[in-house]
């Protein structure tokens, strides 16, 4: 099993609308999660940390939660053509405290 | 203005040389990180150091090497040992290792080899 995983494939989603990206990861001690937005040929920016189960809001964004399941969500509500882009999942792997990151899922807002 | 400084942003490399990459940070910050990103896939640790003076393997360390003399600063060799050495390298930092703090990169050098 891969340490942190991202299945779904590219995702479009009509401008106004609510993408939803999901994570699961393979490390029961991680405590700390993180969601990245990734530009074209650009670096990855840091948009959303959560360490807690449940909600977590930021603006039009929403990280959710759930450890007994080793699940992490993101959702952007109202998409915005800026928010294509590739998100990035990443964990903290309690072990020896290094970030492993997903392979990522590519959103594309459709105006 | 603080921040994470990758140099070059584009650098072309001759089969067989080693060549370095640079990064250097100004957010006094304990830990930095160096990963590889080739196309369509995510982020790839290849070395990580928490502190001055020490450093650790990540999950692709073979044929780079790494060091942390001073603690701004923390370049990334790809010797010739590295067989497919094109890819795109991010250098990340955080405030200390620990498990919640989170990274920041700067903004990546494009290796190509011709």
């Known amino acids: 099993q891969k340490e942190v995983e991202q299945n779904s494939g590219p995702l479009s989603v009509p401008e106004g609308a609510i993408a939803s990206l999901n994570c699961t990861y393979s490390?029961?001690?991680?405590?700390?999660f993180f969601w990245y937005r990734q530009y074209s040929g650009k670096s990855p920016e840091l948009i959303m940390s959560?360490?807690?189960?449940g909600d977590k809001e930021d603006g039009r964004f929403t990280a959710q939660l759930n450890k007994a399941s080793q699940y992490v969500s993101l959702l952007i509500r109202d998409s915005q053509p800026s928010d294509s882009a590739t998100y990035l999942c990443?964990?903290?792997?309690?072990?020896?405290?290094?970030?492993?990151f997903g392979k990522g899922n590519q959103v594309v807002v459709i105006p | 203005d603080g921040g994470i400084t990758q140099s070059p942003k584009y650098l072309f490399r001759k089969e067989g040389q080693n060549v370095t990459l640079s990064c250097e940070q100004n957010l006094n910050h304990d830990a930095m990180y160096w990963y590889r990103q080739d196309p369509g896939q995510g982020l790839r640790l290849i070395y990580y150091s928490q502190i001055v003076n020490d450093f650790q393997k990540g999950d692709i360390a073979e044929g780079y090497s790494v060091s942390r003399e001073k603690k701004e600063s923390f370049p990334l060799t790809v010797t010739s040992a590295q067989k497919n050495p094109t890819a795109f390298y991010l250098c990340?930092?955080?405030?200390?290792?620990?498990?919640?703090?989170?990274?920041?990169f700067g903004q990546g050098t494009r290796l190509t080899v011709v």
């Open positions: 990443a964990v903290n792997m309690g072990g020896n405290n290094r970030l492993a």
């Open positions: 490390d029961r001690v991680s405590q700390s």
């Open positions: 990340a930092s955080s405030i200390d290792g620990g498990m919640g703090t989170e990274a920041f």
């Open positions: 959560i360490y807690s189960n």
